[in-house]
């Protein structure tokens, strides 16, 4: 089965500085999936990625996929107090009825 | 965009008691119902698959007398923990897929205590 190991385990930053968020997968590829929780509320949307070497970014989140490193990074710019929260990766099939795997996640706090 | 109507949001129910949480696809057909069980602090764990008019598969570990979902249509899936126990208190959380933009949506989380 697909393990996705995800790093750091948890992350404080101050306001206004950068951090990537990194996901290892043991096997390659098809599609990934960063989503965002708040502790006890559902999982927000962020990106997906399905392509090596694919890149998208929305308003100061970037995130990559390189796909012989079977690995995706999350990168935050100017981190604000609202990005806090937990960033979880998840890898399917390729197609959306096939299960997603989760990493175990990365805790975010940004201290004003 | 896609949205997925998770209720009760909280529940508090007395062991051996069953409890059903729904899973509401509202503007798309969710072809394929995902539910996972997340303990605090830990990631997601897949409890089943389930798609429309047929039995859901389950992991392995997970009981499907205990844990019964049913996927009557192309919208709605419900998950109900029969005699629950305070060990089955978690955080349960469904997602859907089937909307034309693709992806996973996660519905909000229904938090079960068991007492």
């Known amino acids: 089965s697909q393990e996705l190991e995800q790093s750091p385990q948890s992350l404080i930053v101050q306001e206004g500085k950068n951090l990537t968020i990194n996901c290892t997968s043991s096997k390659t590829l098809y599609g990934l999936y960063w989503y965002k929780q708040k502790y006890g509320e559902g999982l927000i949307f962020l990106m997906m990625l399905q392509k090596g070497g694919e890149e998208k970014s929305h308003e100061k989140i970037t995130a990559k996929l390189d796909e012989k490193k079977q690995q995706s990074s999350l990168h935050i710019t100017a981190s604000q107090p609202s990005h806090a929260g937990t960033y979880l990766c998840g890898a399917g099939r390729g197609g959306s009825n096939y299960k997603l795997t989760f990493g175990k996640g990365t805790l975010l706090t940004v201290n004003p | 965009g896609a949205v997925v109507s998770q209720h009760p949001s909280r529940v508090i129910c007395k062991s051996g008691t069953s409890v059903k949480i729904e899973c509401r696809s509202l503007?798309?057909?969710?072809?394929?119902m995902f539910w996972y069980r997340q303990f605090p602090k830990q990631s997601l764990m897949l409890m089943a698959t389930s798609n429309e008019g047929s039995k859901a598969t389950y992991e392995q570990g997970v009981e499907k007398d205990k844990f019964l979902i049913n996927h009557a249509s192309l919208t709605l899936s419900t998950l109900t923990v029969t005699s629950a126990h305070p060990e089955d208190s978690s955080f349960y959380i469904c997602?859907?897929?089937?909307?034309?933009?693709?992806?996973?949506?996660f519905g909000s989380g229904t938090r079960l205590t068991v007492v």
């Open positions: 503007d798309f057909q969710a072809t394929t």
């Open positions: 997602s859907a897929s089937g909307h034309p933009e693709g992806g996973y949506t």
